[in-house]
């Protein structure tokens, strides 16, 4: 469950434990679910599902990476996690706590912890998290405005040292507005498994430009079915960390 990884916008996917359930239209066409339940009968997902901890050779991963990076001035990103939510009400007993440790532990690492329950942070954050620690960004899965409107200002007023948005999958339209404060870091995608949803190119393009005329870092990751991304739209920042 953790992995040097594919995904794009990050180095190394960690998963402190698999399991979780649908929230919103966004995981309709989960890819977790359809991976760690229906294929390979893992966990059962849903509302009377299981959280199941991963290995403890899983766990020690992300301290190997963290060893591995000291004195070579690159920061490998962690994401936290693809399977599961790190903010899940479920999570195992003492998993929770025990991330925040690592997390403490690896400040060569910076984790981004990405969940469709912002309104869970709070009452889950370690007591000692203040402003955020250094090497910690928080995100928030938006697939439409109806989302954003409800997650971004939650995640907006959590201290972190990164605020982003996983506009994926995009299943509609987004307007930003014109006031911020804004996401540090929007990452924009379609769908990609069977029955995917149609990500409108013209939804991209406005996320683009609206990036562009807010100081917003653009991350385009993928169109729906992962036809090849117009040239316009292959642009691919990362946020400025101080």
Partial sequence: MAENSKIEWTDHTFNPWIGCQNVSAGCDHCYAETLMDKRYGKVQWGPRGERKRTSAANWRKPRQWAKAARGTGKRPRVFCA????????????????????????????????????????????????????????LGTTCEDQRAYDRRWPVLRDTPAKVRFISYEPAIGSIDVGIDGPWPDWIICGGESG???????????????MQCRNRGIAFFMKQMTGKAPIPDDLLVRQWPEVA
């Fill in 82 to 137: 693809s399977l599961a939510d790190v903010f899940d009400n479920k999570a195992p007993y003492g998993a929770r706590a025990d991330l925040w440790s690592m997390i403490l532990d690896t400040p060569e690492l910076d984790w981004l912890l990405l969940t469709k329950r912002p309104e869970n942070i709070a009452k889950m954050l370690p007591v000692s998290w203040g402003e955020g620690p250094s090497n910690v960004w």
């Fill in 194 to 208: 069977p029955g995917a949803r149609l990500m409108k190119p013209e939804w991209a393009d406005l996320m683009l």
